[in-house]
């Protein structure tokens, strides 16, 4: 059986390509170039987005740098995502640091280093 799509999965699938287009071609900020939209999450209302990122780096200090930046490009990102998409209400968008991208490249170089001891 087919799953439905509520308006709240059609907002967030929305708000994750606009995004990910802003953070691409808009936003000129160099410590957020390696950003990746991986999920979005918008409240049954539509007042709230919880916006999933992760980066192409495991060093700690380059992934808080690029945090601090799309925070301080909060409402950038929120005047952008108004001119693309026609809503009623702009979610505020609550940006979070999505570690499965990190985990799993170190989960890949321990297998590495496993295979290549035997």
Same mark, same amino acid.
Request: charge should be positive.
């Given at each position: 059986?087919?799953?439905?799509?509520?308006?709240?999965?059609?907002?967030?699938?929305?708000?994750?390509?606009?995004?990910?287009?802003? /953070?691409?071609?808009?936003?000129?900020?160099? =410590?957020?170039?390696? $950003?990746?939209?991986?999920?979005?999450?918008?409240? +049954? !209302? @539509?007042?709230?987005?919880?916006?999933?990122?992760?980066?192409?780096?495991?060093?700690?200090?380059?992934?808080?740098?690029?945090?601090?930046? /799309?925070?301080?490009?909060?409402?950038?990102? =929120?005047?952008?995502? $108004?001119?693309?998409?026609?809503?009623?209400?702009? +979610? !505020? @968008?609550?940006?979070?640091?999505?570690?499965?991208?990190?985990?799993?490249?170190?989960?890949?170089?321990?297998?590495?280093?496993?295979?290549?001891?035997?």
């Amino acid at each position: 059986m087919p799953r439905s799509y509520g308006r709240n999965e059609r907002v967030a699938a929305a708000v994750r390509r606009e995004l990910a287009d802003v /953070l691409q071609h808009e936003l000129k900020d160099p =410590r957020v170039k390696n $950003a990746t939209i991986t999920e979005v999450d918008v409240s +049954p !209302d @539509l007042r709230n987005a919880r916006v999933y990122i992760s980066f192409l780096t495991d060093k700690q200090d380059e992934i808080k740098a690029a945090m601090q930046g /799309l925070k301080n490009a909060k409402g950038f990102l =929120r005047s952008q995502l $108004a001119s693309r998409l026609n809503l009623r209400y702009m +979610p !505020d @968008l609550d940006l979070r640091y999505d570690s499965l991208l990190t985990e799993s490249m170190k989960l890949d170089a321990l297998i590495a280093k496993g295979l290549n001891k035997d």
